[in-house]
Nanobody
Framework: QVQLVESGGGLVQAGGSLKLTCAAS????????MGWYRQAPGKQRELVAA???????DYADSVKGRFTISRDHTKNTLSLQMNSLKPEDTAVYYC?????????????????WGQGTQVTVSS
């Protein structure tokens, strides 16, 4: 099992910055992919940024150039530095970890989510 705990959310004015951190504990593999998703009221959850299992990094077009995702394997943390925040960035931000675990002669997929942290950007 893996536990993910997000922190760093809050209220900020447009143009400001916030840094989100996800602390992961439990059985974690360095090959697991980790990412940040967000869900605004009345909208579907969407990918913000992710570090894939192979190391590739993906960003949503709406945050490219403003957000930076990073991972510290020694501390088992995932961070999201958010700059030049806009009101449309307002949402609950969730940390996600996914990967595969060996089981006998095969493997199974795991997918874990944190409880989320609220980010509110005022205009």
């Amino acid at each position: 099992q893996v536990q993910l705990v997000e922190s760093g959310g809050g209220l900020v004015q447009a143009g400001g910055s916030l840094k989100l951190t996800c602390a992961a504990s439990g059985y974690i593999l360095s090959t697991d992919g980790m990412g940040w998703y967000r869900q605004a009221p009345g909208k579907q959850r969407e990918l913000v940024a992710a570090i894939r299992s192979g190391g590739a990094i993906d960003y949503a077009d709406s945050v490219k150039g403003r957000f930076t995702i990073s991972r510290d394997h020694t501390k088992n943390t995932l961070s999201l530095q958010m700059n030049s925040l806009k009101p449309e960035d307002t949402a609950v931000y969730y940390c996600n970890e996914e990967g595969y675990r060996d089981y006998g002669s095969g493997s199974y997929e795991v997918d874990y989510w944190g409880q989320g942290t609220q980010v509110t950007v005022s205009s």
